[in-house]
């Protein structure tokens, strides 16, 4: 416990000296080979930060190396060298093309600053140390420091040759998960939106990752491609090494999350964990997230997913397929939630619209077919039962879903 306590605090004395990153023995990669954020269907390059290694930032975070990118951000190692601390800096593309979206993340974290510091689920959430605006060629961007974090559940779970999380490893990320999602309803009427395994992070406990990582780059630099036309230069990302100690999972990515003591109705969450009454138009709160998270235990244990919502005729997601594979696993829905919904006459009129999609109903007992043992499937299915509910009302809250037998029996 001390020892961790030591670790989250900055270490006393002088801050660091910025080191030197200027190794010239790096591979060039040809101009005309598109590498990293440049692959991505909506690539322009103007509105990215032209973050270059070995950087420093505010006169306190020096550049380490590049850790990842998406379509709105670019994510890199950093020394914080007045905390003496490693950290993540996540620089989003130019404000103007960002819109709300930034300020939108940034309002969710003051949420959980001003919220009570008690809950035990406060540290399975990412937390902000700082937050500032860099000023590029062009415009200002966001730039979000976080304490650094390993690799997904997802990047986890891929490196099982079956693709699925074992029940122990899969207890403990529940059970930090509910934890993360009773804090974030209960203490900070946040509802979460967006929950799929690539938004949950696991931590380390074990500094010498980002110290290898530093050494690497300073002895053998990325391979990067310098660009002509606005001198800006691409880099590799590189993966962290695995740690010797392994931290807990932390869920991540508040760019969808919504407050929810104000009245929800619009559409949310990946297309295959969407909730029911978000399809059907129905008002929707904090329950939400409890499908969400049921959908995607099943992915990530169970080895597929639930439900497609694969419409043959259109062959790709359509809300009347998803409905219709709700449909198959848990019967018809309850009247009283269709006449709440915004769009019952798209889909019900009488009867389901689309018979033509519903196959007869197969119920989870059927699809589950990895578990060995009576006792280990029922409790198994126990908690599924909790969470998939037609009804919101009827799931099981956060908390009661972090002391269910399944996840206890297998911590």
Request: proline fraction near 7%.
């Amino acid at each position: 416990m001390l020892s961790s306590l030591l670790r989250s605090l900055p270490q006393l004395g002088r801050s660091w000296k910025p080191l030197n990153f200027s190794n010239p023995n790096f591979v060039h990669i040809p101009e005309s080979h598109k590498i990293e954020e440049e692959t991505l269907p909506d690539y322009i390059a103007s509105r990215y930060y032209p973050t270059r290694i070995g950087e420093v930032i505010k006169e306190q975070y020096q550049v380490v190396g590049k850790l990842g990118f998406g379509s709105t951000s670019t994510a890199w190692l950093a020394r914080d060298m007045n905390g003496r601390r490693y950290v993540m800096l996540k620089i989003f593309v130019q404000a103007s093309s960002m819109g709300q979206q930034v300020d939108h993340e940034l309002k969710m974290y003051r949420r959980m600053e001003q919220s009570p510091k008690g809950h035990p689920g406060r540290e399975a959430v990412r937390t902000l140390l700082d937050t500032f605006y860099i000023d590029g060629p062009e415009d200002k961007h966001r730039c979000l420091v976080h304490p650094p974090l390993w690799e997904s559940v997802l990047t986890f779970l891929r490196r099982n040759p079956v693709e699925r999380l074992p029940s122990a490893v899969m207890a403990f990320v529940l059970q930090r998960l509910f934890l993360a999602l009773d804090y974030l309803h209960t203490e900070c009427q946040i509802i979460h939106t967006d929950i799929k395994a690539d938004n949950i992070m696991l931590g380390m406990n074990d500094d010498s990752v980002f110290s290898d990582f530093e050494e690497k780059e300073l002895q053998r630099p990325v391979p990067r491609k310098e660009v002509d036309i606005d001198g800006r230069t691409i880099y590799m990302s590189r993966d962290l090494r695995i740690p010797n100690d392994l931290g807990a999972p932390v869920l991540c990515d508040f760019g969808s999350a919504v407050l929810g003591d104000q009245y929800h109705s619009e559409f949310i969450q990946p297309n295959i964990y969407r909730a029911p009454e978000v399809i059907l138009g129905v008002p929707w709160t904090y329950s939400v997230d409890i499908w969400n998270v049921g959908c995607m235990i099943w992915d990530i244990y169970e080895g597929g997913s639930l439900f497609t919502g694969q419409d043959p005729e259109f062959q790709k997601y359509r809300s009347r397929a998803h409905l219709a594979d709700i449909i198959n696993l848990l019967g018809p829905p309850p009247p009283s939630l269709i006449a709440q919904g915004e769009l019952k006459e798209k889909f019900f009129s009488g009867d389901f619209r689309t018979e033509n999609l519903l196959k007869g109903q197969v119920p989870l007992e059927e699809r589950e077919t990895t578990l060995e043992g009576e006792e280990e499937r029922e409790a198994f299915l126990r908690l599924m039962r909790k969470m998939l509910q037609w009804e919101p009302g009827k799931r099981s809250s956060a908390k009661e879903l972090g002391g269910d037998e399944w996840i206890l029996k297998h911590l």
